[in-house]
C-alpha cells in the first residue's frame, strides 16, 4: 500500500491557500489597525486575537456539521468552495476601505472595516475544518502521517508564496516615500491564489468517489481495537500519562504564546524599531519559513536518532536564543542588519524542531479511537494561546515600548521548556525516516 502523493499534493492546495491568506492576515493587518486607523497596541492585539476566538467555536462546530452534510459534490466540498467564495468577496472590501479612510478619515469606515473583517473570519472558519477533514476522509489511516506531512508541506509553500509576493511588491525602494501604502495589488493576488487553488482541487478530486474506496479498503481492513474502558464505555489513560499530557499540553501553550507573539508584532515592530519596509520584513519571515521547509527532513532525522522530547527540547533552546539575540540586535542598533536574515533562518530550524514532533506526542498518549478527541485537546490550547498572546503583549508594546517583544517572547520559550522536561510519556522512538516521511505528523 503506497500513498497517492499526486492526489494527496491536490487535496493539500486547500490548506495552501488557507495559510497564503493567514500569513497575509497577520502581517498586513496590524500595520492598517496601527498606521492607517491609528489604533493603539492592545485594540489591536484585541481585532487580531478574533481569528482564534472565532476559530475555538467555528473549527469544531462546522467540522461536525460537514461530518453530517452529504451532497453529490461530497461532505467537504461544499463548505471549501462556498467559504472560500465568501472570504475573497469579504477580503477585497478591506484595502478599499483603508484607502478610503486615509483620503477621508471617518469613524464608520473603522466600523465598516471590523464588520468585514468579522465577516471574513467567519467565512474562512467555515470551512477550515472541512478542508483539513478532507485528507483523512480519502486516505487509509495507515498512510495518514505520510499525507499529513505533504499536507503540512503544501501550507509552508503557501505562507512563502505570499511572503515572497509581499517582498517583491512592497520593498523599502517602493515604499519609502509613501505618505501611505496601497495594500490592493496584494489582496487581489492572494484572493486569486486562493480561488485558483480550490478550483483546481474541485476538477481534480471526486470526493466521494474516492471516500467510497476508502469505505471499501476499511471494510476488508478492518482496525484492530484498542481502547480501554473504565466499564463506562470510556477511554481512560494511567495518571502518570496524564501528568505527561497536561505537562505537553501546557507546554504547547507557552511555546506558541512565545511565537505567535513574534509573528503577530514583527512586522509594526520592525518598521518602529529598524524603520525596515514590509517587503524587508516579509523577506525575513520567508527566510525563517525557508528555515523551516528545509529542516523538516533534518529534524524527522534527529528525532527519529535521539527522540522527539530530545528534539523538542534544543528547538526551545535554539527559539529562545534567537528571540533574546534579536533583543540584543534592538539594543545595537536601530537600523536594518543582515545579521536578522540568520536570526529568523534559525527561527524556522527551531520551529521545526518543535512543531513536527510536538503533535506525535500528544497523540502518542491515546488509544487509536481518541485521536480526532487529541489533536483537539492540541489546537485547543494552541489557539487558546494565540487568543491571548497578541493581546498581553500588545499591552506590553503599549505600556513598556517594543522593547519589550522578544525578551517577552524568549521568557515564554523558556518556560515552555521547563515543562517540556516534565514531560515522561510519548516519545516513541521509530527507525529513521526517509524522504517526505521524516515530514511525518498526525492530524485526525
Known sequence: MKLNYKRTFLIGLAFLSICAFWQMYDNVIPLILKKTFGLDSVISGVIMAADNVCALFLLPLFGSISDRTSTRFGRRMPFIMIGTAMAVVFMEFLPMLDNSYFAKPAQYKITLFVICLGGLLISMGTYRSPAVALMPDVTPKPLRSKANAVINLMGAVGGAIYLVIAGLLYSKSRTASLAHVDYTNLF????????????????????????????????????????????????VLPPDVKKSLAFILVSISLWFIGYNAVTTWFTTYASEMWGMALGQSS????????????????????????????????????????????????????????ALYVMFALVGVAWAAINVNSLPMVVEMCKGSDIGKFTGYYYTFSMAAQVFTPIASGWLIDHIGYKALFPYSALFVLAALCTMTLVKHGDSRPEAAKGLEALDVDMD
Open 283 to 338: 523577506m525575513c519571515l520567508t527566510i525563517g519559513t525557508a528555515g523551516a521547509i528545509v529542516s523538516y527532513i533534518p529534524v524527522g532525522m534527529i528525532a527519529s536518532r535521539i527522540g522527539r522530547k530530545k528534539t523538542i527540547i534544543a528547538g526551545c533552546i535554539l527559539l529562545a536564543a534567537c528571540f533574546a539575540s534579536g533583543f540584543v540586535v534592538t539594543l545595537i542598533t536601530s537600523e536594518f542588519t543582515p
Open 188 to 235: 487581489l493576488i492572494v484572493a486569486a491564489l486562493m480561488v485558483i487553488s480550490v478550483l483546481v482541487l474541485f476538477f481534480t478530486t471526486d470526493e466521494n468517489k474516492l471516500h467510497g474506496e476508502l469505505l471499501d479498503y476499511e471494510a476488508a481492513h478492518p482496525e484492530e481495537n484498542l481502547t480501554e474502558d473504565d466499564g463506562s464505555g470510556d477511554a
